[in-house]
């Protein structure tokens, strides 16, 4: 987008930071609320199927709308798509933190949801409509260590601001303080991103394909989030027939949504290798890198006893490291290109493993302090190369994308990112799960025992991110073989 006849928008970098800062709401709020639960559950007399309703009610909602909500952002415009989006998540915080009741919260928390869901997409657009190719690794480095930053430091910042409020204000703090930065992030984007620019017609949205995309998502998300409640293996049975809602819906593009005019997502967009490929990978390392903070909170606090905060804190460590890479990695993709992707994965594959063998070694022969400063430096490894690979695949996926329909782009790479979250989430618990069934009750039996739990759930997590590794070589090898100079790839707007 330019200010003026080929003047790039003077504006720009601080429209993307205050674009970012509401991002960072919405994915910290994946992660904060879990630190709370506790507390929720001795403040309301919430049951424990409640409790899990609170994360999975957000989680469900926002994974089912980001493609909806990109396909409304390029066709009625990304800033107004963005603007309703913030305003709705401010409200639906404030209601969180003041609800009366466990159903309250549930309700507030899945319109949330739908609320986060519906600006992150625009944000990947604003991106490439503002930022010319040269400046987009390093625009997207900033949306990475967003994305990278609030999955890693969401128990940190939990745990510190339930310490400040206590048992009563707490949790309901964690949810207040999106408030008063909500409606800054509101007023700053209305005042900063260019008006959007105007469309001779208006598109339908297409709503069937709308309602047979939002069931087959839900149908392979509901199984992968309820399992942390149930950890009944029968809830996937519930994945076959989403996938065959999912491949009516593919069918239902191709055909009759296409020769109406508007379908909700032009397939042809997976012909980009560059883009099909991104979306792949993203899947794939998203299995890997979600769950991982999950078991380490499990292993410290229930194996190791850890209070939330002493656990976050443990935590940080992996915070730091991507804290310090997304914004890096950025910089090296006009470089290294798809390097990065192969170094960062290597990086992040280490830490893991790292993580497991000094848990392993450690957990029960050591102090728990002890044990918790030895996991730091491949905690802080494993950081640098998660927070190296979010940054590089957004801007990777999205070079060949038309701007006209970055949104949509967008929608469907945090679609298969919100996916991954789930799947791996669930996989890697189980497996952790499994792993402790039987543990002593106390002593340094149990922690040798929770120990060895960790580990083994981290080797899930490698296979994922061996399996990503094999994509990313894949499509550097592909890259290295010269081709004729095709017809530029558009999508249809």
């Given amino acids: 987008m330019t200010s003026g006849a080929g003047e790039l928008d003077p504006r720009r970098w601080s429209a993307l930071a205050v674009c970012v800062s509401a991002v960072f709401l919405t994915l910290l709020d994946v992660s904060i609320a879990i630190v709370g639960l506790p507390s929720i559950g001795r403040g309301l007399g919430a049951n424990p199927a409640q409790l899990q309703w609170v994360i999975s009610g957000y989680a469900l909602a926002f994974g089912m709308v980001p493609i909806i909500g990109g396909r409304l952002g390029d066709d009625r415009g990304r800033k107004t798509m963005l603007l309703i989006g913030v305003a709705a998540f401010v409200v639906c915080s404030a209601a969180v933190g003041l609800a009366p009741s466990p159903g309250v919260i549930i309700a507030a928390r899945v319109v949330q949801g739908l609320a986060g869901g519906l600006l992150n997409p625009q944000v990947s657009g604003i991106i490439q409509q503002l930022f010319p190719p040269a400046e987009r690794g390093k625009a997207f480095g900033a949306l990475g260590a967003a994305v990278g930053i609030a999955t890693a430091t969401g128990p940190v910042i939990g745990g510190a601001i339930i310490a400040i409020g206590g048992e009563e204000w707490g949790w309901r703090l964690c949810f207040l303080v999106n408030v008063p930065i909500g409606i800054a992030s509101f007023l700053l984007c209305r005042r900063l991103l260019p008006a959007d620019p105007p469309r001779e017609a208006r598109r339908a949205l297409d709503l069937p394909g709308a309602a047979l995309l939002s069931v087959g998502v839900l149908g392979l998300l509901f199984p992968s989030v309820e399992f942390d409640a149930d950890h009944d293996v029968r809830l996937f049975l519930l994945v076959l027939p989403a996938l065959a809602v ?31 490929d991104g979306v792949v990978l993203a899947l794939l390392f998203f299995c890997g890198y979600t ?27 992996y915070a730091v490291g991507v804290t310090i890479a997304a914004p890096v990695a950025g910089r090296l993709l006009a470089r290294a290109g798809q390097k990065v992707l192969v170094g960062a994965l290597v990086l992040f594959g280490l830490g893991v493993a790292g993580a497991a063998l000094v848990a392993v070694l450690t957990a029960g022969r050591l102090d728990p302090a002890d044990v918790a400063l030895a996991m730091a430096p491949a905690l802080f490894v494993a950081g640098l190369g998660g927070g190296s690979v979010i940054t590089p695949n957004q801007a990777l996926s999205l070079a060949e994308v038309d701007v006209r329909g970055g949104s949509t782009a967008g929608g469907m790479l945090q679609t298969s990112q919100r996916i ?74």
């Fill in 291 to 317: 769950g991982t903070p999950i078991v380490l909170a499990l292993f410290l606090q229930d194996g190791l006893g850890f209070s939330p905060l002493h656990s976050g804190l443990t935590a940080s460590a």
């Fill in 420 to 493: 991954g979250n789930a799947v791996g989430a669930a996989v890697i618990t189980a497996v952790f799960y499994a792993a402790v069934t039987g543990a002593p009750a106390s002593g340094t039996d149990r922690q040798a025992h929770y120990g060895h739990a960790y580990a083994l759930s981290l080797v899930v997590s490698i296979g994922f991110t061996l399996a990503a590794l094999t994509t990313a070589i894949l499509d550097v090898r592909r890259r290295r073989v010269p081709a004729p100079a095709p017809e530029e790839a558009r999508i249809d707007t």
């Fill in 246 to 276: 999912l491949a009516g819906f593919v069918a239902w593009e191709r055909g009759p949504a296409r020769r109406r005019g508007h379908p909700l997502i032009d397939l042809s967009l997976f012909r980009i290798r560059s883009y099909s």
